[in-house]
Antibody, heavy 116, light 107 residues
Framework: EVQLVQSGAEVKKPGESLKISCKGS????????IGWVRQMPGKGLEWMGV????????RYSPSFQGQVTISADKSINTAYLQWSSLRASDTAMYYC?????????WGRGTLVTVSS | DIQMTQSPSSMSASVGDRVTITCRAS??????LAWYQQKPGKVPNLLIY???ILQSGVPSRFSGSGSGTDFTLTISSLQPEDVATYYC?????????FGQGTKVEIK
């Protein structure tokens, strides 16, 4: 069974750094893209970027380029999304999903709250 | 970048009604179009990919059509459990973009 298990909810202050994770199982993690999606409170889905764990090839949405970093460690089947300096506007639910031309398996999401 | 325009933004229909949601791309994207359903408080769920291919386990009342710039998601007979927000998503040139979403409610 394909599963993507995301790390737990986070509460951070503006300016702090954060790295959230997404661990895949039940399929060949290295040979499938993993994408990240943001959903701000009460808003729609926004595609952020994608990584191919096999060679760490990474693509970003222009809206998120330079704002976040996507990485992966294929040895432990885990992808990451990180911020160096959080803002209140980063408050959102973040989903990872297995991605090809579409996103077929999704994690349950990581809620990130940034508040002073 | 290619923009996706989804319409309507919200709608209300009766149980048993036929519901149609459209998604228009600003440039041709062949059939690289997927549809997702997100029920309130839940994780998005893939319904349709390749514009018209039904994902395994998705009820047959859902169907997709279109190619190029104009795409349609149809629910042939709306059920109470279909209350959700529906999103299209396009792929081209290693970029993926979601539409703005269509909220479907029951009258």
């Amino acid at each position: 069974e394909v599963q993507l298990v995301q790390s737990g909810a986070e509460v951070k202050k503006p300016g702090e750094s954060l790295k959230i994770s997404c661990k895949g199982s039940g399929y060949s993690f290295s040979n499938n893209w993993i994408g990240w999606v943001r959903q701000m409170p009460g808003k729609g889905l926004e595609w952020m970027g994608v990584i191919y764990p096999g060679d760490s090839d990474t693509r970003y949405s222009p809206s998120f380029q330079g704002q976040v970093t996507i990485s992966a460690d294929k040895s432990i089947n885990t992808a990451y999304l990180q911020w160096s300096s959080l803002r209140a506007s980063d408050t959102a639910m973040y989903y990872c999903a297995r991605q090809s031309f579409h996103m077929d398996y999704w994690g349950r999401g990581t809620l990130v709250t940034v508040s002073s | 970048d290619i923009q996706m325009t989804q319409s309507p933004s919200s709608m209300s229909a009766s149980v048993g009604d036929r519901v149609t949601i459209t998604c228009r791309a600003s440039q041709g994207i062949s059939d690289y179009l997927a549809w997702y359903q997100q029920k309130p408080g839940k994780v998005p769920n893939l319904l349709i990919y390749g514009a018209s291919i039904l994902q395994s386990g998705v009820p047959s009342r859902f169907s997709g059509s279109g190619s190029g710039t104009d795409f349609t998601l149809t629910i042939s007979s709306l059920q109470p459990e279909d209350v959700a927000t529906y999103y299209c998503q396009k792929y081209n040139s290693a970029l993926w973009t979601f539409g703005q979403g269509t909220k479907v409610e029951i009258k």
